[in-house]
């Protein structure tokens, strides 16, 4: 797993379906602000969940591209951007509480519209 010195231990689903098993979240202003810079791309599995307030993001001096679903406080996607190259930034969405970013491709595999709900639980153990 990433290491992003967040909180650790989510599974993301969609239906009955996991996304994600390997997700971490982030704890405090600064790790949403530097979210994935300066770490290694995902792996399969991987995800990391910028929460609470999150409705825009950027990928500065980012080396990779990566998927991310902008989603409200139900969890329904209200944006997506698939494979989010570098150097680039997101519209806002004011209607999004939170952000997931996975490895680019996940969004096109798991054929991810706006509108889905997704599920996310925390591991216990």
Not at 39 to 54: D, F, M, T, V, W
Not at 85 to 111: C, L, N, V
Request: charged share 20%; hydrophobic share 40%; with cysteine.
């Amino acid at each position: 797993m990433v290491a992003v010195s967040c909180k650790t231990g989510y599974s993301i689903f969609y239906g009955d379906q996991c996304i994600s098993s390997q997700a971490t979240g982030t704890e405090s202003l600064w790790e949403r602000i530097f979210g994935l810079l300066g770490k290694p791309p995902l792996r399969s599995q991987e995800a990391l969940i910028l929460s609470p307030g999150c409705f825009m993001i950027d990928t500065f001096f980012m080396k990779y591209p990566i998927d991310v679903a902008f989603m409200d406080s139900k969890n329904i996607i209200v944006a997506l951007y698939p494979a989010l190259q570098p150097y680039r930034m997101t519209w806002p969405h004011f209607k999004a509480r939170s952000a997931i970013e996975w490895p680019a491709g996940t969004i096109d595999f798991w054929k991810l519209k706006v509108a889905t709900q997704l599920r996310i639980e925390e591991k216990h153990g």
